[in-house]
């Protein structure tokens, strides 16, 4: 696939197969300039069954390998991402906009993911025990059957290698439902894993929008469902998979606060803060979206916005991912500048030359924001940090407790016993301390706490294995003698 602006027309991947069946279209779209790209089909209940159908006639022969041979498959598309790493990142950065750099950082992330899925028959021993003369109980992990990762618009190669590596290697066969804003990542994966050896009807992608995601929760056969998005979808989909039996884990939104102490490294933390609201414009689920600046704090901040001041739209700063969330983004600027808040830096209205049709919002710094203005409650996902002043540490933790969502939180000082407090009463599943994307690097898991997650388990590392697998529980008796004190 060449990754010229104009790109083949998206197409669903069923059986090994690329193919468009009559389904009305929608355009994609280049957030940098506006213009169309390609076109996508936007898919019904029919298209997902003949997905499930498909996966279900692969899952026998796939699940019926053993872990080591399904694994060489992924040893050899995790090179394989590695020898297209160029074009992967190019094809990353036409449909979301994000930079040449942060695209292919979550390529290499993406690898990350695959270097972790085979290294499960290394971390994975099934359990064994003689639990009475001659009687033995073992317990073996099985995969589920047809499984489905829903994607969002955000991450377009790095989340649906969240949960297609595991899955697979597990034993499941899969269905990718990726965002319809940015589908042709997706498209090359299929391609790249099909070069490495994977069999046909393992991996099944059906594009589209709400109708997708709804035949997928509705469908019998699929076994279990993982979504990434907002929480308002992550909700819909969290109820309606679960009401239909299956298997759910949903992420949602995020606002996440970082807590500033007076004591934290002026230039240490301007430059975190800053990378943090600003990396991919701000549309990342981890990124700094409240300042809560403890006691005297005013270097800290003037240093921010010297630093922000760096960041060019068009240079090394990407679009947001359509006009739709520019002017969303905006609107909260604007929002609270009326109900009286501080405009540090103010990021309205950027334009970059020759790229007039594309959807930039500079960085944005907003002062003396409060706790009942919607920037300090609402998602705004975009390159833009609400600054909350706090008189004192305990305040501070209870504004960062008082947020409905709960994906990240972090704290920059210098006193270990003050980041302690924070990590320990922080609502949040991943806490950094003097970091502002405190990601977990496998083989730790990633997933959030209050609305920011939905479902037990987390997404990633050892805690996708128990999502994408169910436990087998065998007891065998090897004594001839007819009682033995096993106790049935
Ligand atoms: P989104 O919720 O709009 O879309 C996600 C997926 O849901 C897409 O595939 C889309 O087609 C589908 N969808 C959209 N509306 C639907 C509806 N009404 N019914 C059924 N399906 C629907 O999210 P997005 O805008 O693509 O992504 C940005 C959001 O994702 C942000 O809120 C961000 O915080 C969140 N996100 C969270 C994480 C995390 O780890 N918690 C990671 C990445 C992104």
């Known amino acids: 696939m060449e990754t010229t602006a104009k790109q083949p027309q998206v197409k669903n991947y069923i059986n090994g197969k690329f193919e468009r069946n009559g389904q009305s279209s929608m355009d994609v779209i280049n957030p940098a300039d506006g213009e169309v790209i390609s076109t996508l ?54 449909e979301n906009g994000k930079t040449y ?19 499960m028959p290394q971390i994975i021993q099934n359990e064994v025990q003689e639990v009475s003369k001659g009687v033995e109980c073992r317990i073996e992990r099985k995969p ?10 955000n991450f377009p190669n790095m989340v649906p290698h969240w949960s297609m590596p595991n899955a697979l290697v597990l034993g499941n066969t899969m269905i990718m439902k990726p965002s319809e804003l940015v589908p042709l990542s997706v498209m090359r994966m299929a391609e790249l894993l099909k070069e490495a050896g994977l069999p046909d009807g393992v991996f099944n992608i059906v594009n589209g929008g709400k109708d997708v995601v709804e035949a997928i929760c509705d469908h019998p056969d699929i076994k279990a469902v993982s979504f990434v998005g907002s929480t308002k979808v992550a909700k819909l989909v969290y109820q309606r998979a679960t009401y239909n039996l ?68 068009g240079v090394n700063l990407g679009p947001v991912i359509s006009k739709e969330a520019k002017e969303r983004i905006e609107n909260y600027i604007s929002a609270a500048e009326k109900a009286g808040a501080k405009i540090l830096l103010d990021g309205r209205g950027a334009v970059v030359a ?17 706790t009942d203005m919607s920037v300090a409650t609402e998602e705004i996902f975009g390159p833009v940090i609400s600054i909350i002043r706090a008189k004192n540490l305990d305040e501070a933790i209870e504004i960062e407790n008082s947020s409905n969502y709960g994906n990240a939180a972090a704290v920059f000082t210098q006193s270990g016993a003050l980041a302690k407090q924070v ?28 609305e920011s997650k939905f479902g037990v388990a987390d997404i990633t590392g050892r805690s996708s294995i128990e ?22």
């Open 467 to 488: 999502f994408w697998t169910q436990n087998k529980k065998t007891t065998i008796k090897w004594n001839a003698e007819a009682k033995t004190n096993w106790m049935s």
């Open 423 to 450: 990590i320990d009463r922080a609502s949040a599943g991943m806490i950094g301390v003097n970091i502002g994307v405190p990601v977990p690097r496998e083989p730790f898991s990633f997933g959030g706490w209050n």
């Open 41 to 94: 089909p936007m898919s019904s209940y029919n298209d997902v069954d003949l997905a499930v159908q498909a996966a279900k006639a692969a899952y026998p022969a796939w699940s019926g390998l053993t872990f080591k041979e399904r694994v060489q498959i992924f040893f050899r598309y995790r090179n394989l991402l590695e020898v297209n790493m160029d074009e992967l990142t190019k094809l990353v950065q036409l």
């Open 246 to 313: 299956k298997r759910c884990v949903a992420l949602g939104g995020a606002k996440n606060h970082l807590i500033v102490l007076p004591d934290a490294n002026v230039e240490m933390t301007a430059s975190n803060v800053v990378a943090s609201m600003s990396g991919c414009a701000g549309q990342r689920c981890m990124a700094a979206s409240v300042m809560v600046g403890v006691d005297k704090i005013q270097t800290i901040i003037d240093q921010m916005v010297v630093d922000a001041k760096t960041i060019i739209p």
């Open 144 to 153: 589920l059957g047809v499984v489905a990762s829903i994607a969002p618009f």
């Open 101 to 119: 750099g942060e695209s292919k950082a979550e390529v290499e992330k993406s690898m990350e993911l695959c270097e972790f899925a085979v290294s």
């Open 354 to 370: 020759g790229k007039e049709d594309g959807f930039y919002v500079g960085p944005t710094i907003i002062d003396y924001v409060t």
